[in-house]
């Protein structure tokens, strides 16, 4: 395909969740296309996963315990799966989430070495702050959009990338690093963007008739552990009439089971969400949707039937913790009982209730964990499920900006996962105890769907595959399977090439030196057991 046939391409690299179509990306494809660009954009996330599906390996976006694995380069070789060739934009985005940067990174240095006239940049919330900018190295990439990207990308393709020094909002290489030209004031007025119409999404890719809406962005709250409030600072909604025009457009366009809002915020305005309800009502749309929800004891009781009526089904809400010292420590504008209150309204109104925890967080004793474990139990009749169990990070907030008042010390600024306190009270290990024990005690109660966002170690039977051992799976039932028509063969072989061709430059020569540092590397990384049993996968894969 020439590179003439699409002014842009947007690419979504893995991993995230395959459930449905990402919203950043798709704002910023429909931000292009308002302006009349010819935009294509490639999913790569969800491709790569159907085919590591056919060879057993959708536990890597299945299981919360790889997502930490994902942030690496241990398998950043899938690159080798995808046909650049297929990139049609003089103009490349790569949208990065905080498990997609280091895949995406790959992807840059590939497309850069493939296409190195066209230019490449950056975006989403994981290279937002500096630190996390300077880990895309500036030969990798043109620019890395700071923010929201929809006036800027399509100022960069308006004045071109020769004026993009100019241009606000921008990352831009320098002998230093990358440096930003100035700030970009976020889009006060959300009405004026366009709204995704999915252009060429085939929803039966992706795991469920779901398609992600965005009402809001920002959030009231000021939660001291939040990156958030840093990365999109500031509540700002769309009005109830424009959301409701997008909910109907989009539910006959497309046969949707479920409209998930990614709001950080669903009911930041109780006005707005109260007109929504009214106004998708009196329209009569037969419409299924839900998002996130925080503790508010200002939302009226008669609310609550009229948004179950309107489709509303499930609402995700941050409970975070149990313990009424740790949720003023965060911030939180919730007690316990508010929180379980507002459960039980939103449960006995038939509105499924999915809640988050954070464990570990600085000032969290064993005590306050106990707290928390009991408030689970004591209102496990108001609770649906508890889909998010986190280790506490330290990301860029204003508790990052104070962790010297909790004595907290970290490898590297963005070593988010693993810090610790000075006296060692909390560490990682610590954490992941909680997080492992509260975890089994809602497995116990019931509570846990298929897919829980947390930390917790992978089991045994979980192992990302090396290289050499997928290449050799992907052989066999990608080229080699009878039942393959010859495009889908041909096509599978070249890649198999490619990805033979990366495992023969990269292998390193193997020395009892080589096997010594691997094996301290692993025994750091995934402890003692967990380093044994990869390392009789290596000798199974090498013998082979």
């Known amino acids: 395909m020439p590179s003439s046939s699409y002014d842009a391409t947007i690419i979504m690299p893995p991993m995230w969740h395959i459930r449905e179509p990402w919203t950043a990306p798709a704002y910023i494809c429909e931000a292009l296309r308002a302006k009349g660009y010819r935009v294509q954009f490639l999913d790569y996330n969800v491709r790569l996963h159907r085919i590591c599906e056919k060879l057993g390996y959708s536990f890597l976006w299945e299981d919360g315990g790889f997502f930490r694995t994902w942030c690496g380069s241990d398998l950043n070789y899938f690159a080798q799966l995808f046909d650049l060739d297929e990139i049609a934009g003089s103009v490349i985005g790569i949208s990065c989430t905080q498990t997609s940067w280091s895949f995406g990174r790959e992807l840059g ?280 169990i986190m280790p506490c990070l330290i990301q860029p907030s204003d508790l990052y900006d104070h962790r010297a008042e909790y004595g907290i010390e970290m490898e590297s600024p963005t070593s988010y996962f693993t810090w610790w306190n000075r006296d060692r009270s909390n560490t990682y290990e610590i954490r992941l105890d909680r997080v492992e024990r509260f975890r089994r005690m809602c497995e116990d109660l019931g509570l846990l769907e298929d897919h829980v966002m947390s930390d917790i170690q992978p089991g045994a039977e979980h192992i990302p595959p090396q290289a050499s051992k997928f290449l050799h799976e992907f052989r066999t039932v990608c080229v080699d399977a009878p039942h393959l028509c010859e495009e889908e063969r041909e096509r599978n072989r070249k890649a198999a090439e490619r990805l033979d061709r990366h495992i023969q430059a990269t292998t390193p020569r193997v020395t009892p030196v080589y096997l010594l540092g691997k094996a301290i590397k692993s025994a750091r990384r995934h402890g003692l057991l967990g380093s044994i049993q990869r390392g009789r996968e290596w000798m199974k894969l090498h013998r082979g």
């Not at 999109?232 to 479920?258: I, W």
């Not at 037969?286 to 489709?311: H, T």
């Not at 925890?357 to 609770?383: D, Q």
């Open 109 to 388: 240095r590939l497309i850069r070495a493939r296409f190195p006239q066209r230019n490449i940049i950056f975006g989403g919330h994981s290279v937002y702050f500096p630190e996390e900018a300077s880990r895309i190295p500036t030969d990798a990439a043109d620019a890395i959009c700071k923010g929201e990207g929809e006036h800027t990308i399509c100022e960069i393709m308006e004045r071109g990338f020769g004026a993009i020094g100019d241009i606000a909002g921008v990352y831009v290489p320098s002998a230093k690093g990358w440096q930003l030209t100035r700030e970009r004031p976020p889009e006060k007025q959300l009405d004026t963007l366009a709204w995704p119409r999915f252009e060429g999404i085939n929803l039966n890719d992706y795991g469920k008739h779901f398609l992600p809406l965005m009402g809001a962005r920002g959030c009231i709250g000021r939660c001291e552990f939040c990156p958030d409030r840093y990365r999109t600072p500031g509540f700002r909604t769309r009005s109830a009439m424009n959301q409701v025009d997008e909910l109907e457009y989009l539910s006959g366009a497309f046969d949707v089971e479920h409209f998930p809002y990614n709001d950080p915020l669903m009911n930041g305005h109780v006005g707005v969400l109260t007109e929504k309800a009214h106004e998708i009502l009196r329209r009569g749309l037969k419409v299924q949707y839900g998002g996130n929800m925080m503790v508010r004891g200002e939302m009226p009781d008669e609310l609550f039937p009229v948004l179950r009526q309107s489709g509303m089904s499930v609402a995700l809400v941050g409970i975070e913790s149990g313990s009424a010292d740790v949720l003023t420590s965060m911030r939180k504008r919730h007690t316990p009982d508010m929180a379980a209150a507002f459960l039980k309204k939103l449960h006995d109104t038939g509105i499924k209730t999915e809640i988050n925890f954070i464990l570990g967080y600085p000032s969290e004793t064993e005590a306050h964990f106990e707290e928390t474990c009991r408030f689970v139990r004591n209102n496990r009749a108001s609770i649906d499920a508890v889909i998010s």
